[in-house]
């Protein structure tokens, strides 16, 4: 049973900083393509940052310098640490695993960031 568990989000002022974590499971975690993904209210899900296998990073232009995305192979996890958080970044988070070739992917059920002003 695949399973992509999100955890770390919550309440921060503007300025402050969360690590979210995504645990994987019942997956090849290791070849997979591991992203983070948000949704504000009223928006579209939109791209934050992904991680390759072979650890090459991308970025959404407006986390760019705040944001940094990793992954732990052996704990079948990735991570987001975000830096100087501000409001327009509140939005529901979600893990998101793409395995290369046959595009089969995975969605976590998300958890929610609130940055107050």
């Known amino acids: 049973q695949v399973e992509l568990v999100e955890s770390g989000g919550g309440l921060v002022q503007a300025g402050g900083s969360l690590r979210l974590s995504c645990v994987a499971s019942?997956?090849?975690?290791?070849?997979?393509?591991m992203s983070w993904y948000r949704q504000a209210p009223g928006n579209q899900r939109e791209l934050v940052a992904s991680i390759t296998s072979g650890g090459s990073t991308n970025y959404a232009d407006s986390v760019k310098g705040r944001f940094t995305i990793s992954r732990d192979n052996a704990k079948n996890t990735v991570y987001l640490q975000m830096n100087s958080l501000k409001p327009e970044d509140t939005a529901v988070y979600y893990c998101h695993a793409l395995r290369p070739i046959s595009y089969v992917y995975y969605w976590g059920q998300g958890t929610q960031v609130t940055v107050s002003s």
């Open positions: 019942g997956f090849s975690f290791s070849i997979n393509v």
